[in-house]
């Protein structure tokens, strides 16, 4: 074991470390980490079955909305719904950016539009909540507007 760790090559009076461990830094780094990693493929096809796994048994449901399964099976299109819109929503967020005068680390930001602006833009034209929520309600048969701010989210 000691041998294999000594790099012969190396003059011990010029570098004794790289003399010493030199063999076993060569060893080490000359492994070849380009290999499939079999616990990623594992995960990739276990995550593959069960997704099947569910979606067969939910699209099998009946649609009587009043058992756990097939209220299981709506929460959970909901979220396969959510996360594919998300996807969808995704691609037009630089045209959404690019309406509201850009962004000033991708060049494109165009200064004539002022904060006033731009968060008047997100909160009424494409609805994204900034300092605040806002909407009307009715209770009792009139109509309040409410104004909710929004709390910092604690993780």
């Not at 076993?24 to 070849?32: A, F, P, R, T, Y």
Request: charged share 25%; hydrophobic share 35%.
């Amino acid at each position: 074991m000691i041998n294999s760790s000594i790099n012969p090559s190396v003059d011990p009076c010029e570098d004794f470390y790289q003399y010493v461990c030199g063999g076993w830094i060569q060893d080490k780094l000359s492994i070849n980490y380009d290999y499939p990693d079999k616990f990623k493929e594992a995960e990739g096809k276990i995550s593959k079955d069960l997704k099947k796994l569910i979606q067969d048994t939910f699209t099998n449901a009946n649609n009587d909305t009043s058992t756990a399964k097939s209220k299981a099976d709506i929460f959970y299109n909901s979220c396969v719904d959510m996360c594919s819109n998300m996807k969808m929503e995704m691609e037009y967020l630089p045209e959404i950016v690019k309406k509201i005068g850009g962004w000033h680390l991708n060049g494109e930001f165009n200064g004539s539009i002022d904060f006033n602006e731009r968060v008047h833009l997100l909160q009424n034209h494409f609805a994204v909540d900034i300092f605040f929520k806002w909407g009307v309600q009715e209770r009792g048969g009139r109509k309040y507007l409410s104004i909710v701010p929004l709390q910092k989210k604690v993780f």
